[in-house]
């Protein structure tokens, strides 16, 4: 339209009447103009529609509740292979977590477990090797039934956690088959430890082990690792800025420190490590508001991380 108008624009310059001279002929032409150009526009093919990603949809997402898990099968539930992924959440309520999930615009099945107060239920939850084999079995079975597949496949597999949800992270890291299920771990505020010596606040390797692992793999990009923390204190077992500390010092890097305002208006980003597919995040904030801030953010600083990985 904006052609059109330059071009209607020129026509009545390049056609201005002399002083004495007959109008009606040149209005006429530049009337013809205008029509021709009206009819050039309209003859022109309009720009064809992206298409869709090939894959198998349903008529509307589907929500399964089992027991403390709740199963959200997305529209586009396979991709074109017949495969599916999927994102396993830990701690947080449902109608918080789900709709940030949503916003990262993530292709996956989304899968919220909620087991109470504090990260015991979620590790005794994991506490056997072959236990994330099992939910992912049952989880296959309501995708299954949600979206069905001649030749329908599992692809790949993520945890997410917030607060006490990472003890699930910490025995599935531990397990030597349930381990190799995982592409990408992310933790929202919440990987603590205790200390061996709290007075000395020397922090207990043992239980640092399997997320130290993991970082190495993913600073070699064979899986992603995402943590974000705030500055809350906790004198005794190490705090979440204490763990990401030990896990970035451990791979010889130095965090980059920062001053800017984080995805949340109550939220400062103050510190900033990448190596590889690691990557941590440090949010000033020292109170329960802070922590609670992590979960609503995770859709603006975690997810993001796993669509961009999943996305190649």
Known sequence: MKRLMAA????????TVPVGATEAPVLRTAASAVAELVQRATLRPAPAPAAEPAGT??????????????????????????????VIHFHG?????????????????????????????YEDMFMQDGSLASLL?????????????????????????WSAGYGAAYR???????????????????????????????????????????????????????????????PSYASTTETARYLIERRGLVASKMDEPG???????????????????GYAGQDTDAHCDHLYAMGDTLYPMLRDRWAH
């Open 57 to 86: 949809r349903i008529e509307k997402p589907a929500r399964i509740v089992r027991g403390r898990k709740i199963v959200t099968v997305p529209r586009l539930c396979r991709d074109a292979g017949g495969r599916y992924d999927l």
């Open 137 to 161: 079995d049952e989880i296959d079975q309501v995708v299954s039934k949600a979206c069905p597949h001649p030749s329908g496949a599992r692809g790949k597999v993520a945890l997410s956690a």
């Open 172 to 234: 599935v890291l531990a397990n030597k088959k349930d381990r190799e299920l995982v592409d990408a771990i992310l933790l929202s505020d919440g990987l603590h430890a205790g200390f061996l010596d709290k007075y000395r606040q020397k922090m207990n390797d043992g239980q640092m082990a399997p997320f130290d692992a993991f970082a190495e793999r993913a600073v070699r990009g064979d899986k992603l690792f995402g943590i974000t923390h705030t500055s809350i204190v906790t």
């Open 263 to 281: 995805p949340r208006s109550t939220m400062k980003l103050v510190a900033q490590t990448d190596a590889g597919a690691f990557h941590v995040r």
């Open 93 to 121: 309520a449902p109608e918080t977590i789900e709709p940030v999930f949503q916003r990262a615009a993530i292709d996956a099945v989304f899968v919220v477990v909620n087991l109470g107060i504090g990260s015991g239920p």
């Open 8 to 15: 209607l624009i020129a026509t009545l310059t390049l056609t």
